[in-house]
């Protein structure tokens, strides 16, 4: 896998151009979100999800260029067997950062985050969220999200989902998706980076 350990938080930078309004994320993609966060994150571990309400397009915590199809292709993410047209609609979609909207149906109670801050006026899910004060609110995920990357056939896709927890721990993962049968399933994940300890120098790992 494509590894890197890193002993501090990730950074507020994403790595892709903000655009004044934001693009909207499009209504076919949430449905993979929702698979990723319940094979990721089962909802039986799950008390309430923030989310990040704009999407991201780095990879790495702290990473502050843009992702280029070289940089991704030298990391070999899943042994290198991502399809390069994959990988290139991928890193183009993600150049830009766009808007997530309340259409996830993963059955965990989600918040989203803006600027760092919750957002008190939304909440969504089977049971709602009310305006109570966010100390209150009890945090098991804070995740982000990038665009999904498609093939030139819409056979296959890739996610990036990052998760951190309160105490700065967490970790980056790539989730790769097949479509057959006109079904999407998840073929395979991998993980990105990994953070075990928020106080660590950091280290990497293979």
């Known amino acids: 896998m494509g590894g890197w350990w890193c002993g501090g938080l990730p950074s507020e930078v994403d790595g892709g151009q903000v655009s004044e309004g934001h693009a ?30 704009l999407t991201v397009g780095r990879l790495l915590p702290h990473q502050i260029e ?6 991704f292709l030298e990391q070999e993410y899943f042994g290198g067997r991502l399809p390069r047209e994959l990988v290139w609609d ?29 957002e008190e006026l939304e909440a969504f899910s089977a049971r709602l969220v009310g305006t109570t004060h966010v100390a209150s609110l009890p945090s098991s995920a804070h995740l982000a999200f990038s665009r999904i990357g498609r093939t030139r056939r819409n056979d296959q896709a890739l996610l990036y989902v990052e998760h951190v927890r309160p105490d700065g721990t967490g970790a980056g993962f790539l989730v790769w998706f097949e479509r057959t049968g006109g079904q999407w399933k998840i073929l395979e994940t991998d993980v990105v980076w990994i953070i075990r300890d928020a106080k660590s120098e950091g280290e990497e790992f293979p």
Do not use: C
């Open 24 to 53: 909207t994320v499009p209504i076919e993609d949430y449905p993979l979100y929702d698979q990723a966060v319940e094979r990721l994150f089962p909802a039986s571990t799950v008390s309430l999800l923030w989310i990040e309400r």
């Open 66 to 71: 843009p992702v280029t199809v070289e940089w």
């Open 90 to 118: 991928f890193v183009h979609v993600n150049h830009v950062v766009s808007r997530l909207e309340g259409r996830f149906h993963f059955g965990a109670r989600y918040r989203f985050l803006s600027d760092g801050e919750v």
